[in-house]
């Protein structure tokens, strides 16, 4: 028989217990059901229980629960709070900080700590929800992610994943399958703008993933079309500017300002650097409507066309 115990100190020993005889075939162990006199809340940050299968944050409670923190009333009140099982009136239940996910048969699923939450583009980000569907893709030992901050000060989450030895051309392809694979599967907050293929990930003396001993984040496509390189001028300026804004090298003409890591707040930003470049009007929407450099290009030449005509109309009206 095979336990896996789970327990913060503020609840004595063990809160929790998963019990088999055979290992599973997940990529985790489940931490298992409450034991007799302990109960388990999965609750959002408005303190409401979660549906089953979601990610919501574990507040344990039941006999074993400690009263407080010694000479600590404000660390005490901040995570030992009034119980909200009716059940247990008058008593309290603690702030595990631990993300789970809960099936419907009521077995935990410990995911990781709270506060490796990330706050991409506005949404919060659990890390460990990436990792575990990355760990489900054929191939993939191991997995790590994390945000990267750009020269910018833009947040990015980046990913990467233990294949063992692989050749330059098979770890791109595999990134970018990998990329598109999650989009099928994630919302797309968390798909990682990159996925980056390493023979395995550095682990400190604790077990957790040594950043510090992580490859740089370089600049690279990583997008699932083939590279088409500019064809004139227009497109050229455009490749050398969008490179600027995304830090990414090369880009094709058929690259997706978006799926390169590209967002609204950068768009707006882009086009006004198109407008001061090329002398034209563009609106928010453009990008939106021409994602890619060769469509945007063609756009771009329609303007400044119309421009010339303009300019020559303007021109002969000044002579008559």
């Known amino acids: 028989m095979f336990t896996n115990g789970y327990g913060p100190t503020e609840n004595t020993t063990f809160t929790t217990c998963w019990n088999s005889r055979t290992m599973g075939s997940e990529p985790r162990v489940p931490i298992g059901r409450p034991i007799d006199g302990t109960t388990a809340m999965v609750l959002d940050d408005g ?50 900080g631990d993300l789970v996910t809960q099936s419907a048969d009521g077995t935990l699923d410990f995911l990781g700590r709270a506060d490796r939450q990330l706050k991409i583009r506005g949404y919060r980000v659990e890390p460990s929800t990436v990792e575990m569907e990355l760990l489900r893709q054929p191939g993939v030992r191991q997995a790590a992610a994390l945000a990267h901050t750009d020269g910018a000060g833009d947040a990015r989450l980046v990913a990467y994943v233990a294949v063992g030895e692989m050749g330059s051309d098979e770890s791109a392809a595999l990134s970018a399958a990998l990329r598109e694979r999650l989009h099928e599967t994630l919302p797309v907050h968390l798909v990682p703008w990159a996925i980056f293929t390493v023979p395995d990930i550095p682990l400190n003396a604790n077990g957790k993933v040594n950043r510090s001993s992580l490859p740089a984040v370089k600049m690279a496509r990583n997008v699932w079309n083939e590279y088409v390189p500019p064809s004139d001028a227009i497109e050229r300026t455009l490749a050398a500017i969008w490179s600027d804004a995304l830090e ?73």
Do not use: C
């Not at 629960?65 to 660390?75: D, E, F, R």
């Not at 707040?265 to 090329?278: C, N, R, T, V």
């Not at 563009?282 to 290009?297: G, Q, S, Y």
């Open 47 to 96: 303190m409401q229980p979660v549906a089953p299968g979601e990610v919501g944050e574990l507040w344990v409670g039941g006999e074993g629960l400690a009263t407080g923190y010694l000479n600590k009333p404000v660390a005490t009140a901040e995570k030992f709070v009034a119980s909200l099982d009716s059940a247990q009136v008058g008593s309290r239940m603690y702030r595990t």
């Open 248 to 320: 990414v090298e090369p880009i094709g003409v058929t690259d997706d300002f978006f799926d390169l890591g590209g967002h609204s707040l950068m768009a707006s930003e882009l086009i006004a650097a198109l407008q001061k470049q090329f002398d034209v009007s563009l609106t928010a929407r453009t990008l939106f409507l021409h994602p890619t450099i060769e469509d945007l290009a063609q756009e771009l030449r329609q303007q400044l066309t119309l421009n010339t005509q303009d300019a020559r109309e303007d021109l002969a009206n000044v002579h008559q």
